[in-house]
């Protein structure tokens, strides 16, 4: 049996890309996190990790944005 | 003609230049207040052009337009209830994307919107070739570029304003639609409301039905007092649910999936993009900046030049200014017979006024360097370096820069949370900042230090520094675990790119936090002085400060208090109480009331303290009530007196449980 782990956001390496499939949050962050551009299709690159290991920088539609792993970790991507 | 004033709201994302648009457009003619009842900032300003008069509202920078922050509602509530005749909303030409969002909400929400593409010589700069017609002819409104640094087509945005002010007719905004199905469903809803409800605000019912299909809190606890509300609302609950059950996501995914399709598509038909993206000036920075080994120690650097420039350069000035108010009220108290109103002059009025100039110097420095910081784009990187550790003490990463300059002063340093957009992480930082050990408290450590421990005064001084930060950073966790519950704010944050800051911004900037300064904390500060004057003068006859005095009475009576923290002196609480204008004085008042000059205070002391009594009574004047200059711009930052007056309380009570603490567990391991 082929257990198949999750890929989310936060388990992107620095320059790896992801497609957004799906996010699990609610409430105000979930909102937040759609309105800043982390919608379902969005590509989002992961440009690199802060020097204490977290929060983490991306590439959205265009800009730069920064999140924590724990908002991340709502964000079910594609590896591409 | 009559002249008729038009109403221009600026809108847009943060650092867009919308402030430079606002500057542009209204000169000096500007005034600074809080939005009622709200710690948010408020900029209003006018101008004439073409024999109309205007009036501009610059709105907060927000994202977007749900009740998300406190910001977000400020700027919605003015939209839909005051209606502006215009709306300007300044966006990033760089970064149409993410800024469209706002133009969207802006457009539902039926305001008569002007698009400015700002920043457009940086836009052509990149590559990107705008066509701003064809946005134009696709959103149906007005589209114009400008660079804002330049004034490039400020004017332009005015004439446009005039136009869109005077045109009566439906306009021709074209109105997004979210897909057949969710469109079915807002549309069953806004009949629904339209049937029912006495709409309160001018709310329109599609934009009410979209609001609360978004379970927006804000409309739904304003519907809440309108009559017969309840039946819409549950109706507005089953359509969330149901479309859930549809779609398999939330409304709100939705929602934002439709509106940056839509946008999405705008952008592939009207923006032309460079072949091969060049890597950016701005990351080749930031490759540096916020790298893995030297991100820290560039930040630390950065708050080291930070804190030396704000009180290393301010203090000749501060010392100036004390010289000269030191000088003038001896001047005063000479020219004046000797009596009460010599006193009030010389200590009271002039020593007063002093003592809020004072803070001019490092005020006026420190907002021009965080201007430039932020101007620049380093505060995001930051707040982005610093982020996990704040996290841990239920903080924010943008919360590091206030704590560490309240180690040079708390005021400018409270000052300094208006970085911080979320209300519980400003409340928080500010509420903590006090223990942060300020300039003011050094001399008195250094005095007592001399005293009783010759031989380790640099250890007493640096416990009592560390001893600060921790109890600061355990207040921090009882209190985000208790009072500031549930409010916390996400680190979602837009990091943007580097950019030169503008001189002119960046000193309107500065202007506009030291005159509030000023205008707000001053009187305050000012108020207080006299009070403590008046009640170490009074009743008339006693000397400045004596037992007889009120204060001496009030000192009297309190001082049982202070017996197990080891001071239970009526001295020690006048100095106290005195301290509560600066913490410096405390030395000034044992001198007076011991009756010594400077030299002889070490020996006066030795006689009514003990090492561990000194010990205690320095931790109880790290941590007690802050000085009457932070309470005030506590007040003035959270616009009301509760905080001002929980600090001074707790701040206080925190005192003397950890000087009782130091004192009787001192006592107990057989210290003296």
Known sequence: MEVEMEMTLDKLKPKQKGKILSSKGSGDVHRRLLEMGLVKGAVVEVEKVAPLGDPIEVKVKGYHLSLRKEEAAKLAVELL | ?672
């Open chain 2, 1 to 672: 003609m009559t002249v008729k004033k038009i109403r221009i709201a600026l809108a847009g994302n943060p650092n867009v230049g919308k402030s430079v648009i606002f500057n542009a457009l209204t000169g000096g003619r500007q005034h600074v207040g809080n939005w009622p009842g709200k710690t948010v900032e408020k900029k209003e300003g006018t101008l004439k052009y073409k024999n109309h008069s205007f009036k501009v509202i610059d709105l907060p920078g927000t994202y977007s337009l749900t009740a998300y922050s406190i910001d977000e509602i400020v700027a919605r509530d003015y939209l839909v209830e005051e209606k502006p005749d215009v709306v300007i909303h300044v966006v990033d030409s760089t970064n149409l994307e993410r800024n469209l969002y706002l133009t969207i909400q802006l457009i539902e929400l039926g305001a008569k919107v002007i698009l400015a593409l700002n920043m457009s010589d940086l836009a052509e700069k990149k590559g990107l070739r705008i066509d701003e017609r064809h946005i134009s002819r696709l959103l149906g409104i007005p589209v114009i570029k400008t660079v804002a640094t330049k004034e490039k087509g400020v004017k332009k945005l005015l004439d446009k304003a005039i136009k869109l002010a005077g045109e009566t007719k439906e306009s021709k905004r074209k109105v997004l639609t979210y897909g057949k199905e969710l469109e079915e469903h807002i549309e069953e809803l806004r009949d629904c409301i339209s049937k029912k409800l006495e709409l309160p605000f001018g709310y329109t019912p599609k934009w009410t039905a979209l609001k609360l299909l978004e379970n927006d809190k804000e409309v739904i606890k304003k519907l809440k007092g309108v009559k017969n509300s309840a039946h819409v609302l549950k109706k507005a609950r089953e359509t969330r649910v149901h479309l859930q059950d549809v779609f398999g996501e939330d409304v709100d995914s939705s929602i934002a999936d439709a509106r940056y399709g839509l946008i999405a598509g705008l952008i592939k038909e009207s923006v032309k993009k460079p072949a091969v993206n060049r890597i950016s000036m701005s990351d080749q920075i930031d490759k540096v900046v916020t790298n893995k080994y030297l991100g820290i120690p560039i930040f630390l650097l950065a708050m080291f030049l930070m804190f030396q420039l704000t009180f290393e350069v301010s203090a000749p000035f501060m010392e100036l200014i004390d010289e000269f108010f030191g000088w003038l009220a001896q001047t005063a108290s000479a020219s004046i017979p000797a009596g009460w109103l010599s006193s009030l002059v010389s200590d009271g009025i002039i020593s007063g006024v002093g003592s809020v100039l004072i803070f001019i110097p490092p005020i006026f420095i420190l907002f021009l360097i965080i201007a430039l910081l932020e101007d620049s784009g380093y505060m995001a990187r930051a707040a982005f370096i610093m982020d996990k550790l704040m996290h841990k003490i239920g903080l924010h990463g943008k919360s590091f820069i206030p704590m560490i300059l309240g180690f040079g002063c708390n005021v400018p340093a409270i000052m300094a949370t208006r970085t911080l957009s979320n209300r519980k992480d400003r409340l928080l930082t500010i509420l903590i900042n006090p223990f942060m050990s300020c300039g003011a408290r050094l001399p008195v450590y250094i005095l007592f230090a001399a005293a009783f421990f010759p031989n380790n005064q640099g250890l007493v001084v640096f416990s009592l520094y560390i001893l600060g930060m921790m109890v600061a950073i355990i207040m921090g966790l009882i209190l985000s675990r208790t009072l500031l519950k549930g409010l916390s704010a996400p680190f979602v944050m837009e990091l943007p790119p580097y950019r030169v800051p503008t001189i002119k911004g960046a000193l309107i900037h500065m202007w506009e936090r030291g005159s509030l300064f000023l205008r707000k904390a001053g009187t305050i500060i000012f108020a207080a002085v006299v009070l403590v004057w008046a009640l170490s003068s009074f009743p008339a006859g006693v000397e400045y400060g004596a037992q007889e005095s009120y204060l001496g009475q009030v000192g009297t009576a309190i001082a049982p208090v202070f017996g197990p923290l080891g001071f239970g002196d009526w001295r020690a609480s006048v100095a106290l109480m005195t301290g509560f204008v600066a913490k410096e004085i405390v030395i000034g008042t044992f001198g007076t009331i011991y009756g010594v000059e400077e030299g002889g205070l070490e020996a006066a002391l030795q006689q009514h303290f003990t090492p561990l009594s000194a010990y205690s009574f320095l931790v109880f004047v790290l941590l007690y009530v802050p000085c009457m200059a932070v309470i005030a711009v506590i007040k003035r930052e959270t616009n009301s007196w509760k905080w001002p007056l929980f600090t001074a309380a707790y701040t206080t009570a925190v005192a003397w449980i950890v000087a009782f603490i130091v004192y009787q567990g001192g006592l107990l391991l057989g210290f003296v």
